[in-house]
């Protein structure tokens, strides 16, 4: 028996149950977040990071029709990290990426040492770029170019505090030729001796 006003029941609890995950993913990233940013760190091999965060991208279904290639510098120098505040960085930076392309096209994933002291990651898409006008605001809490929906405008900013805490930046950008670029820098380890 089917009672009036409730024939549209199953689909409301149906996206009341989506909902409800996505506040607890984002009250979870906060929560990560403001603990202690120092615990749990130890060098970290940001390639074998790379290859394990691309791993766990490749086998979603949204991202099939996807590229995913690397170009891992072989000789990249560890860097000291807790290991899964930078996945959630590299995923991140990596769903943005893909979503940008509507989960089609290529993403790229780089890894070079930057200099002396700093290693960088970067992660390019073959997406429409990032707007000039809304660049300077893309790390901003709350800000985003997403239906409201489908982001709240917290990962960009939870990312680049992170790399931030890590003692690290995050740099983003369009690319000649369309798509977008993000840069995630971090410090390299450094010896007894203090370097690196």
Do not use: W
């Amino acid at each position: 028996v089917e009672l009036p006003g409730f024939k549209d029941f199953p689909s409301y609890l149906s996206v009341i149950e989506e909902e409800a995950y996505r506040c607890k993913e984002i009250t979870g990233s906060l929560l990560q977040f403001v603990r202690d940013p120092g615990s749990r760190r130890a060098p970290t091999d940001l390639n074998a990071l790379v290859e394990k965060t691309l791993e766990l991208l490749r086998h979603q279904p949204r991202f099939a029709e996807s590229q995913f290639l690397t170009d891992l510098d072989p000789a990249l120098p560890l860097v000291v990290a807790n290991e899964g505040q930078l996945r959630q960085v590299f995923l991140g930076l990596s769903a943005n990426a893909l979503e940008a392309m509507d989960g089609r096209g290529t993403l790229t994933v780089r890894t070079r040492r930057r200099s002396s002291v700093e290693a960088a990651i970067i992660f390019e898409d073959q997406g429409p770029g990032i707007p000039e006008d809304i660049l300077p605001r893309i790390f901003d809490p709350f800000f985003t170019t997403k239906p409201p929906s489908q982001g709240t405008g917290l990962g960009l900013a939870i990312a680049q505090g992170i790399v931030a805490d890590h003692g690290g930046r995050i740099e983003a950008a369009s690319r000649t030729g369309g798509g977008a670029a993000f840069r995630v820098i971090l410090p390299i380890a450094c010896g007894e001796d203090g370097r690196p």
